[in-house]
């Protein structure tokens, strides 16, 4: 039997891993600049960050996850915490600034 909206699920499956850590989605592209930076610097971060889990979503592959979320630019940053989307960031920011981020979070 299909499923009524699978995105869903799978928003509702980041989510409720949210409860236990910190989980990143960044809905992005491959064309764009901005994301090759944030993917970089976000990478690094959680190594050092072993408690946060960093999902990657390709808003041209996975254009209906984009849309549940309501994104319109990329790259964008969802931060779920506790069972809940705490923070929505679009664009890049520096590695500092994104380490800040983070920390507030943990």
Known sequence: ?????????????????????????????????????????????????????KIFVDIEEQEKIALEFGITQVPTMVLMKDGEVVETMIGAMSKKKLRALIKGYL
């Open 1 to 53: 039997m299909p499923k009524d909206n699978p995105e869903k699920e799978i928003i509702n499956s980041w989510l409720e891993r949210s409860k236990d850590q910190l989980v990143i989605v960044v809905v992005s592209s491959l064309w764009s600049g901005s994301t090759h930076i944030l993917r970089t610097y976000l990478r690094a971060l959680v190594e050092e960050f072993l408690q946060v889990e």
